[in-house]
């Protein structure tokens, strides 16, 4: 069974910064994509980042480019998003989802973790 | 970027009625069109892929159809269970894109 269990949430300042964490089971992580998804509250939702099978490519939307940074541990099937420069506009429920490959559909999709930027 | 705009906002229905939710994209996405099923404090699920094709465990009421620009997801009859809020999203290009999304509520 396919499990994603995100943490590291919580409460950042403005031009504070934190770490996500997305731990993955039940299923090869080499083999599939991994994305960052995030809903403001009451908003729709935002894809963040994505990085490919192998960690060899990554994407962003253009809002957190320079600011946030992908990435994968192999040897603890993890990703994560590394978060810098936060703006209060990056608060939002952040939900990691694995895909077959990078452009694929996301098939199963974390619980979320929130993230709530304010002075 | 690729604007999907979903239509209506919001769909007042009866169980047993049914549902015909739309996306329509600012550019072709070909048939790289997904919908997904969101209830209040769970996480989105996948219901359809490249705009026609059911993902797994999906019922049978559940369809999309669609290419180019214009998408359709329809609720052939509505069960209790389908009252929530529907996303489309897109991924014939980056950045991937998501429509504002169409909530499903009981009349």
């Known amino acids: 069974e396919v499990q994603l269990m995100e943490s590291g949430g919580g409460l950042a300042q403005p031009g504070g910064s934190l770490r996500l964490s997305c731990a993955a089971s039940?299923?090869?992580?080499?083999?599939?994509?991994m994305s960052w998804v995030r809903q403001a509250p009451g908003k729709g939702l935002e894809w963040v980042s994505t990085?490919?099978?192998?960690?060899?490519?990554?994407y962003y939307t253009d809002s957190v480019k320079g600011r946030f940074t992908i990435s994968k541990d192999f040897s603890k099937n993890t990703m994560y998003l590394q978060m810098n420069s936060l703006r209060a506009e990056d608060t939002a429920v952040y939900y990691c989802?694995?895909?077959?490959?990078?452009?694929?559909?996301?098939?199963?999709w974390g619980l979320g973790t929130l993230v709530t930027v304010s002075s | 970027e690729i604007v999907l705009t979903q239509s209506p906002a919001t769909l007042s229905l009866s169980p047993g009625e049914r549902a015909t939710l739309s996306c329509r994209a600012s550019?072709?996405?070909?048939?790289?069109l997904d919908w997904y099923q969101q209830k209040p404090g769970q996480a989105p699920r996948l219901l359809i892929y490249?705009?026609?094709n059911r993902a797994t465990g999906i019922p049978a009421r559940f369809s999309g159809s669609g290419s180019g620009t214009d998408f359709t997801l329809t609720i052939s009859s509505l069960e209790p269970e389908d009252f929530a809020v529907y996303h489309c999203?897109?991924?014939?290009?980056?950045?991937?894109?998501f429509g504002g999304g169409t909530k499903v509520e009981i009349k």
């Open positions: 490249d705009a026609s």
């Open positions: 989802a694995q895909s077959t490959g990078s452009s694929n559909p996301f098939d199963f």
């Open positions: 990085i490919s099978p192998t960690g060899g490519t990554t």
């Open positions: 039940g299923f090869t992580f080499g083999r599939h994509a």
């Open positions: 550019q072709t996405v070909s048939s790289y």
């Open positions: 999203q897109q991924r014939g290009n980056w950045p991937l894109t």
